[in-house]
């Protein structure tokens, strides 16, 4: 088994780290108004941009597992 | 095949037959006609440089793969995958943090302020010397990028080639720079006569052969190895893991790399390289360029790390199972081109090798047309306005056709300075490093001075100024002494030969980030200190003396004179000159040049751009024949029930498109509502809007109404 070190640290930092980047990101667009959820087309934007969020954090989990138990 | 004993690397020489060579030059030509076809499109420098921001999302988002996959080369990864595995796609996996602040801040700001180059947000929002310095970064940057560009192009072919050969009794060594320089000729003379609709549809036709043959070569080589369970047993766990240890080896650790290209590299690629915005900015709309930019980051960048990296996987697997045919200490640079021509029959590797080297002139030719424009908007366009003593020349056509000359010679001169530039990163082992290097030492203090002018409104030209010399300055001090960054390295142990790649990322974006931050909220001080500095009557001395008392410092950390304690000092002595100097001569308005330039108050851009009240309403996308008016007015009539139709008012802007989907936009053109008359289903054009939009008799329009 190798080290955690090359397992799941890295994805942990990548997403705690990146995270706060995208976190820090999200809140700005929204108290600038540059998203606005009361319009209808900006609340689907919203939604995709969360969603890219775990899609890539299950994308590194799954592969991970499949890595170390496949 | 040889062994070189200085670094115990096999290189390979002539790989591949005659029939491989027939396909790449049938390839090459085809390519260049598809390119010179759409060339005939642009009419302005506006269409030359942007493509007349026009374009379907999806048309956008295809044509990007063959810059992403490009200038993310199949050598430098299929070299990391050889060596270390599927984590050869993690820099492939993790621009998605910083995609809020582009998608609802940067985009809609260079779409609506209508910038035409990343300096002239500079100038904009804080000041013409904030736009020079910017230029000077910025050309360093893409041209730095051409350079990495040819020389992956260089290291691809090589292989290919024989090591010498006879012409007219006359023996020639085949050299990798005489490599780059042939292959810089080809590229100068696509992109000199195409412009950005050709390299747009260019791209779009490479991205689908190169996901097709990146896809076919993975598949080549799982049947090789005789099943994908065979290739899955044969890799070692710790090559199959997606991300790089934590912090070791120094050439390839997943912190270091995090930094470098998790955060420079994706702020960089995404706000700052002209390539990619202009590609965005080709979009008939923001929400179109958001569209793209999506897709691409979900969809398109997993797949191409699959395409760009498999080679190597296919390479180690190869190395394990039969290591006479793959030698283990084959060259990783040259194991894309070693491995298909292993997995491929004659022909087929020609195709392959063919959709590599096409895919890397793409991204080359992208850079050196951003360039050009960064050239012609920032350069060109000021000294010329400098020679006519401030005074605007009126936009006439002549004015236009010298410009396009202007842009055409550029990208000549742009192509030989990418080919010197890649003296600078020949020693470094692998392309990889010498691109994270690249990545790692020039985008910080643009990224940063990009990054908190967007985003924070308080952020002053002293600031951004101070950033571009005094985080400059700390940069360097850290390219002398590399104990410097030890503090930064999260471990990771020092190559003494190339002293943090990667994680010099982090320092470099700390110490531009501190500079920006700590003068930002100096203000006040230095505003007092000017006033003091302007109430004496030899004022105006005092502020030549702390420019040349700047300039000097500067050069002392440039030519590392004196000692480590005294350049830090030094350092900061310059950074309160250059702040007190540009608060003294930069005269700012914090609120007018906010206005519509941060995120803050992207509404305000939206009626700049348009001229008046934007009208949000939602309405309805009709289809519509055109008819034929007099005169050259930048306005379109539609019927009353029409304009009902889409919600629109006189004034407000609308796009016209030939309803044909498969045109992605190509025929299509922007305009403005103009008074309505009464005949529904007719939009009354004239020649100039049939003209723009390459508008066919006949062909049902589609029309859009934008804001």
């Known amino acids: 088994m190798p080290e955690i070190s090359h397992t799941w640290l890295p994805l942990l930092y990548l997403y705690g780290v990146g995270g706060i980047f995208f976190l820090i990101g999200m809140i700005i667009i929204r108290k600038s108004k540059a998203i606005d959820l009361k319009k209808k087309r900006h609340r689907y934007w919203y939604r995709v941009l969360i969603f890219g969020y775990f899609y890539f954090v299950a994308f590194h989990i799954i592969f991970t597992l499949v890595a170390l138990y496949w | ?707």
């Open chain 2, 1 to 707: 095949m040889e062994t070189t004993s200085s670094n115990i690397q096999t290189t390979f020489h002539s790989i591949g037959s005659s029939t491989d060579w027939i396909v790449m030059v049938v390839y090459f030509i085809v390519i260049m006609l598809f390119g010179s076809y759409f060339g005939r499109y642009n009419r302005s420098t506006k269409d030359f440089f942007f493509g007349g921001r026009r374009f379907a999302w999806w048309l956008i988002a295809f044509s990007i793969v063959a810059t992403g996959v490009g200038s993310h080369s199949f050598v430098k990864y299929s070299a990391k995958g050889f060596e270390y595995g599927f984590s050869s796609t993690m820099t492939y996996i993790n621009d998605w943090f910083f995609i809020p602040l582009f998608l609802f801040g940067w985009l809609p700001i260079i779409v609506y302020t209508k910038i035409r180059s990343i300096p002239e947000y500079f100038e904009k929002r804080f000041s013409p010397s904030a736009r020079f310095l910017a230029t000077v970064l910025l050309l360093l940057y893409m041209i730095g990028y051409i350079g990495i560009g040819f020389l992956t192009l260089g290291k691809a072919v090589i292989p290919m080639l024989p090591e010498n050969f006879m012409l007219l009794g006359m023996h020639f060594d085949i050299t990798l720079m005489g490599a780059i320089i042939v292959i810089a000729i080809i590229t100068g003379i696509y992109i000199t006569f195409g412009g950005q609709t050709a390299v747009i549809f260019t791209d779009l036709l490479q991205g689908f052969v190169l996901l097709f043959a990146g896809f076919l070569l993975f598949f080549l080589g799982i049947s090789y190895l005789g099943g994908f369970e065979t290739f899955w047993n044969l890799l070692p766990t710790t090559w199959k893991l997606p991300l790089a240890d934590f912090s070791k080896p120094p050439d390839f650790n997943f912190v270091g790399i995090f930094w470098q290209d998790g955060v420079a590299g994706s702020v960089g690629f995404l706000f700052m390289n002209m390539g990619l915005i202009m590609r965005f900015m080709a979009t008939k709309s923001v929400d179109e360029g958001r569209k793209a930019a999506t897709f691409n980051i979900l969809f398109m960048l997993p797949l191409s790390a699959v395409v760009v990296g498999n080679a190597g996987w296919i390479g180690k697997a190869l190395s394990v199972s039969n290591p006479e045919l793959v030698p283990p200490t084959t060259s990783p640079d040259q194991i894309f081109v070693v491995v298909a021509n292993i997995v491929a029959i004659p022909g087929v590797f020609g195709f392959i090798m063919a959709a590599l080297t096409a895919a890397l002139m793409s991204t080359v030719d992208t850079l050196i047309n951003a360039t050009a424009a960064i050239y012609i908007n920032d350069i060109y366009r000021p000294v010329e306005k400098y020679f006519r003593k401030g005074k605007e020349e009126k936009k006439t056509r002549k004015k236009d056709k010298r410009e396009l000359a202007a842009a055409r010679w550029a990208s000549v001169a742009i192509t030989i300075l990418g080919v010197v530039s890649v003296l600078a990163f020949k020693s470094f082992p692998t392309v990889y490093e010498a691109h994270g290097y690249f990545h790692s030492t020039l985008t910080p203090p643009l990224v940063i001075a990009i990054f908190l002018g967007i985003f924070w409104k308080k952020f002053t030209p002293s600031a951004v100024i101070a950033t571009f010399v005094g985080g400059v300055a700390l940069m360097i001090l850290g390219l002398h002494d590399a104990n410097l960054i030890t503090p930064f390295a999260h471990g990771i142990e020092m190559n003494h030969d190339h002293p943090y790649s990667y994680i010099r990322a982090f320092y470099n974006l700390f110490v531009c980030g501190a500079v920006a931050v700590i003068v930002t909220y100096s203000t006040s001080i230095q505003h007092t200190i000017v006033s003091k500095i302007r109430s004496k009557s030899n004022h105006k001395q005092i502020n030549y003396a702390l420019i040349a008392l700047a300039v000097v410092l500067f050069t002392f950390v440039v030519f590392n004179i004196g000692t480590f304690g005294l350049q830090f000092i030094g350092i900061l002595i310059m950074i309160s000159a250059v702040a007190i100097v540009t608060t003294y001569t930069v005269k700012y308005d914090a609120v007018a040049q906010t206005e519509g330039l941060t995120v803050w108050s992207l509404d305000r851009a939206k009626e700049i751009f348009k001229g008046s009240k934007v009208n949000d309403e939602e309405g309805e996308l009709i289809k519509i024949k055109w008819k034929m008016k007099e005169g050259d007015d930048d306005i379109a009539n539609f019927s009353k029930n029409d304009m009902v139709r889409m919600k629109a008012n006189v004034g407000d802007l609308v796009y016209l498109c030939d309803a044909r989907k498969i045109f992605g936009g190509l025929k299509s053109v922007h305009t403005v509502y103009g008074e309505p008359h009464d005949e529904d289903g007719i939009v009354m054009l004239n020649n100039e809007h049939l003209l723009n939009g390459v508008f066919v008799d006949g062909k049902v329009l589609t029309a859009e109404k934008e804001m």
